[in-house]
């Protein structure tokens, strides 16, 4: 068992919370427990509060948001977990600012209804707002970095900086803060730019893409996309072409309908997990001759 920090005064304590399963905080269900767990739901200031909290332990930090990009190890996360539910939106004219605990899907929802078009790809993507941002989320051909006009960081050292979509490096499901080897920082908001269209015509286009999303990708505990597409082609279709559909590792399973999704019917361990992604990698490399990358970021241990 860790050692308890002393009770802080910037916390709200109750919310402070100790060996937490994180799989319940996870959209694969998978992950064993922080040392500690906090739940931000109120304001920016208790996140602020969550990181200085652990700075002054020096205990390790991460951030989570909807925990739909993550695999976490079934060892669990040393130091704290933080996790960003706090939402506060404001819509302008032509642009959103939000808290970057603010559900994606939410997000796009609140556009439609104030007739604001751009965000209509996200009607579909788990997930919050900040790990868009860092992970440069997107879908049917619209991504964060196409529509950031800012986004706020709060530094380790107490530092608040702006970047600009053109300091996030927006790449296909990467970014610049993505590969930053430490995690002592926060995604505190972030300023979309849309554009005024009828709140009929969004909503059109927001259904066609759930149909195409239903039609195509399987229900059931994921992390979305494994890997992300090589160049001119489709990770699915190498898996598919590779025989790797509904292969299982344990209890986990390359879904049958979408071979880029990984299931877990419930029983299986987030090692069952890591090493399916291991073995369809390897698969895919002897079958195509293509080393596919992982998409999704694999927390508390090594692939
Ligand atoms: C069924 C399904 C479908 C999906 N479809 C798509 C899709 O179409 N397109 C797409 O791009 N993605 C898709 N994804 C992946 C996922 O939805 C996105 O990557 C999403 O942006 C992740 O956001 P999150 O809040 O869940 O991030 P998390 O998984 O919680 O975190 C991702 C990373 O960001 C860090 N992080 C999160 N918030 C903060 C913060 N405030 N400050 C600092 N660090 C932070 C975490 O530490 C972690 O490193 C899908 C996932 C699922 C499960």
Redesign the pocket.
């Known amino acids: 068992m860790p050692v308890p920090p002393a009770a802080s005064e910037e916390l709200q304590v109750g919310r402070l919370q100790s060996a937490v399963p994180l799989a319940r ?4 269900r998978l992950g064993g427990p922080a040392d500690w767990l906090y739940s931000a739901r109120e304001s920016s200031e208790e ?1 602020v509060a969550a990181l200085h909290h652990a700075q002054e332990r020096e205990m390790p930090f ?9 695999l976490i190890a079934d060892e669990g996360l040393r130091g704290l977990v ?1 996790i ?1 539910r706090v939402q506060q939106m404001a819509f302008g004219d032509g642009w959103l600012r939000a808290s ?2 603010s559900g ?1 899907m939410a997000l796009a929802r609140q556009c439609q209804a104030r007739g604001l078009a751009g965000l209509e ?2 009607v ?17 051909g619209g ?2 970095a196409g529509m950031l006009l800012e986004t706020k ?2 530094e380790a050292d107490g530092t608040l900086r702006t970047l600009t979509a053109a300091d996030l490096g927006g790449e296909y ?1 990467n970014t610049r ?2 590969r930053r080897a430490t ?1 002592d ?4 908001e972030a300023t979309l730019a849309l554009q005024p269209d009828d709140p009929a015509r969004i909503a059109t286009r927001m259904a066609a893409f759930n149909v195409a ?1 239903k039609r195509s ?1 399987p229900p059931g ?5 494994i890997f992300r597409n090589p160049p001119g082609d489709f990770a699915g279709r190498l898996i598919e072409a590779s025989g790797l559909k509904g292969v299982r590792c344990g209890a986990a399973q390359v879904s049958t309908l979408h071979a880029n ?1 990984f299931i877990n019917p419930g029983e299986a361990s987030a090692d069952d997990y890591r090493r399916l992604v291991l073995l369809v990698q390897e698969g895919v490399l002897r079958e195509q001759g293509v080393q596919l990358e992982p ?3 694999l ?1 508390g241990a090594s692939w």
């Not at 579909?124 to 049917?140: C, D, F, K, Q």
């Not at 505990?221 to 996309?225: E, P, V």
């Open positions: 905080y996870t959209a694969a996140l991460r951030a989570l948001g909807g925990g739909a990009n993550v933080l960003n970057a605990g994606l790809w996200a579909s993507v788990p997930g919050t707002l900040g790990g868009a941002v860092i992970n440069n989320a997107g879908a049917h991504d964060v960081l709060l499901r803060l993505k995690r920082w926060l995604v505190l999303r990708q505990a994921s992390l979305g996309s999704f998409e999704i970021e927390l």
